[in-house]
């Protein structure tokens, strides 16, 4: 595509439900990183996946977090129960690279 | 610990005023310095970069930037903003031998009045 996408826009959960969000990167960036931004506050790293190598998992916040990338496509960041101090903007980003991140318009979730 | 301060969370100018939004950061080793803009409604995109070389870098729009390495810095500057300049600008530092993740400030919210 021409760009980063991500679905879904926005997404309003219940506190304790599951939620899966999903990033197209842009065609042949081997690299893909997830951002979260909490209101009011700048953009926090949660993970990095290149290639086929182990993701880097250093910025997930807790064990409720994970996140899949299959190849050099799609990915899926999954939140677990979610808590209140989930919601957030979360974003990913692609790079060929890894010098130039483009980003996606990013998820916006909220958690009652 | 790695981390990046911007010393304004809010500005606001009038049309042709001068801008310089600050930036320190704190990482150990060679890094590469980054500004992001994100206009309203729109996605987060690269203003300018800093990796090596000439420590004074242009970007798009007019905007320029200058690594003071010295002053772990790295201050974004335009000599006279416009109305269409009204964003939210993001400092970020990476590693030069690293993955590439990015290290942000908590952001810059311009206002430029017309």
């Known amino acids: 595509g021409a760009g980063v996408s991500q679905s879904p826009s926005n997404k309003v959960t219940e506190k304790g439900k599951d939620v899966e969000l999903r990033c197209d990167p842009i065609?042949?960036?081997?690299?893909l990183y997830w951002y979260r931004q909490r209101l009011g506050q700048g953009l926090e790293f949660l993970i990095y996946?290149?290639?086929?190598?182990?993701?880097?998992k250093s910025g997930l916040p807790s064990d409720r977090f994970s996140a899949e990338r299959t190849g050099e496509s799609v990915s899926t960041l999954t939140i677990q129960r979610t808590q209140q101090e989930d919601s957030a903007v979360y974003l990913c980003?692609?790079?060929?690279?890894?010098?130039?991140?483009?980003f996606g318009p990013g998820t916006r979730l909220t958690v009652l | 610990a790695q981390s990046v301060s911007q010393h304004n969370h809010h500005v606001i100018l009038s049309e042709a005023a001068s801008l310089e939004l600050g930036c320190n950061y704190s990482?150990?080793?060679?890094?590469?310095l980054f500004w992001y803009v994100q206009y309203p409604g729109q996605h987060l995109q690269l203003l300018l970069k800093?990796?090596?070389?000439?420590?004074l870098v242009k970007g798009i729009k007019g905007f320029e930037a200058e690594f003071i390495k010295s002053k772990f810095s790295f201050n974004l500057r335009k000599p006279s903003v416009q109305w269409s300049d009204t964003a939210e600008y993001f400092c970020?530092?990476?590693?030069?031998?690293?993955?590439?993740?990015?290290?942000f400030g908590q952001g810059t919210t311009l206002q430029v009045k017309p």
């Open positions: 980003a692609s790079s060929l690279d890894r010098k130039h991140e483009f």
């Open positions: 990482y150990g080793g060679t890094v590469n």
């Open positions: 800093y990796f090596s070389g000439d420590p």
């Open positions: 970020a530092v990476s590693g030069s031998s690293n993955t590439g993740k990015l290290i």
């Open positions: 065609s042949g960036h081997t690299a």
């Open positions: 996946f290149q290639g086929n190598s182990a993701p880097d």
